[in-house]
């Protein structure tokens, strides 16, 4: 089975501009999660989609926004870039059904510099 | 909402013990894991715990899960410098809605001296 593909891995944006990442989670999974990781706050988690809909949510500002596709890809967009949003950006799938383990598969993350 | 909680930093000389430790706050957390990154990666599962078990083995590694105290360790023995990453600890929480959601605490940054 192929992984979590991210995509692009490297992104350079300008302050006040606005990014968009895109996940493929494994295949048959139907949830992906987002996170992000920096080297002060470590690894925080933005939000989560199963079946199309938001199921889960960290406390992260409007500006971050996600969704996901029928065929279970997701996308995710930060608006009006600030510099403390140069982080890596990590998506995670998983099965997300009711029932037994639901362990977390990761891509290798987008990195983003904000300018 | 769950909590977990691990220290930022630790440093180990090579051929000795890491031990990495966590705490949740969610007791009815059913499953434990451990995760690692590596420099320019994302995360890796390395093992995994259910919380009927009080420990498990796996090579080098050892998981110590303490219920009563919600506290959870990972121990790497004989520490070698391709260890060097960071280690991070989640806890697969209170069901709801039927599915189990994944908290993550932030990542133990394990720097192995050689």
């Known amino acids: 089975k192929a992984g979590v593909t991210q995509t692009p891995r490297y992104l350079i944006k300008t302050r006040g501009q606005q990014v968009t990442l895109s996940c493929s989670p494994i295949?048959?999974?139907?949830?992906v999660s987002w996170y992000q990781q920096t080297p002060g706050q470590g690894l925080q988690f933005l939000f989560e989609?199963?079946?199309?809909?938001?199921?889960n949510k960290g406390n992260f500002p409007g500006r971050f926004s996600g969704r996901q596709f029928s065929n279970s890809r997701s996308e995710m967009n930060v608006s009006t870039l600030e510099l403390g949003d140069s982080a890596l950006y990590l998506c995670?799938?998983?099965?997300?059904?009711?029932?037994?383990?639901?362990?977390?598969?990761f891509g290798p993350g987008t990195r983003l510099t904000v300018l | 909402g769950e909590d977990v909680e691990q220290s930022l930093f630790l440093s180990v000389r090579e051929g000795d013990s890491s031990v990495i430790n966590c705490t949740y706050t969610?007791?009815?957390?059913?499953?434990l894991y451990w995760y690692k990154q590596e420099p320019g990666a994302g995360l890796q599962l390395l093992t995994y715990?259910?919380?009927?078990?009080d420990m498990k083995q796996d090579q080098r590694l050892t998981v110590l899960l303490n219920k009563k105290d919600k506290h959870l360790s990972l121990r790497i023995a004989d520490t070698q410098t391709g260890d060097s990453a960071i280690y991070f600890c989640?806890?697969?929480?209170?069901?709801?809605?039927?599915?189990?959601?994944?908290?993550f605490g932030i990542g133990t940054k394990l720097q192995v001296i050689p």
């Open positions: 969610d007791s009815s957390s059913t499953y």
């Open positions: 989640a806890a697969g929480g209170r069901f709801s809605g039927g599915y189990q959601k994944v908290t």
């Open positions: 989609y199963f079946s199309e809909t938001q199921r």
């Open positions: 295949s048959g999974h139907r949830s």
């Open positions: 995670a799938s998983s099965p997300g059904l009711a029932g037994g383990r639901n362990e977390q598969f």
């Open positions: 715990i259910f919380s009927n078990m």
